[in-house]
């Protein structure tokens, strides 16, 4: 028998991992913004004070850029040591032994390192590594307004070496649904059905509640500010098909895409490969409403 399910949500799709490293990182993180913006609402309000005795220089001196540096600093110092630790703690458990400095501490080297490729696949714990990861996603997801779609993640890519295909894997992140939190998005399921010598099928026809298309006034600043948070994030734009505007509407404008800016002469292949990057990351985390179809048998 086949199942098939659609999911209708408005959101982004980002790569599994990258998630879960974000979410390990999050209540750290969460704490320190915490601080750095109760120090800076003292400082704008006059109340920030430290004692001094020796006249000089203290955080009450210092500027908004700078404050603005150590927020950035310190967000990227929590993700790194997030993906360290998740890391680090695996090739530890493996091995006995820390992860080198020359070493590159990602997702990547569970899968290139013979220790942990053997501590996770052959001694069967890669399954319980990743689904571990799913309520800290959720943790992070609903500070921010947002959810995961389903339970299921989705690939459009094929993997090298099918036991790490978690690598390649994303998860749909949705607006919560305005009807009723409780209930997620709404969804289709088919019935199964039975082959009828090959001519069996299944329909049914669902109505869709019209408050999912009623929006909260700053859903896209939602996800805005997991991507400000977390600019590590690995969005996907992960439909199949290409929408073309109606032809009455297209105009010069819409019919061309602006791509990144200068000049690429003179770059080296690593810089051109990151301008590209970050010019289709720009698309990808821009929210869209999305139909999610999924089948199985």
Known sequence: MC???ATLFYGVCIKTHSLQLAARAWPTLKRT????????????????????????????DLTNEVWELIRLHTRD??????????VGGCHYAASGDDIGPSQTATMRH?????????????????????????????????DFGLRLVGDDSFTHELPNDAPFEFLSHSRAV??????????????????????NNGNGQGNEIVEIDPLIFQLPPDANERFEDLF??????????APSNERSPPKRSRTRKTARRSRPS???????????????????????????WLLWAHGEE
Do not use: H
Request: hydrophobic fraction near 35%.
């Open 262 to 288: 200068g000049t690429m002469r003179g770059r080296t292949p690593a810089q051109k490969y990151r301008d590209q990057w970050n010019y289709e990351q720009v698309l990808n985390r821009k929210p869209r």
């Open 33 to 60: 913004l915490e601080v750095i913006d109760l120090l800076l609402a003292r400082k704008r309000r006059g109340y920030l004070r430290v004692s001094n005795s020796t006249g000089a220089a203290s955080i009450v």
């Open 228 to 237: 400000l948070a977390f600019p590590q994030l690995e969005a996907v734009y």
């Open 110 to 142: 569970l899968q290139t390192c013979d220790d942990c490729y053997d501590y996770l696949v052959c001694d069967g714990r890669l399954s319980t590594f990743v689904s571990q990861s799913l309520p800290v996603i959720e943790f992070l997801l609903t």
């Open 77 to 86: 110092a929590i993700f790194e040591q997030s993906c360290r630790e998740l």
């Open 174 to 195: 949705a607006i919560l649904y305005s009807g009723d939190e409780g209930l997620g998005e709404p969804r289709i399921r088919s019935c199964p059905c039975a082959n």
């Open 3 to 5: 199942y098939v399910s």
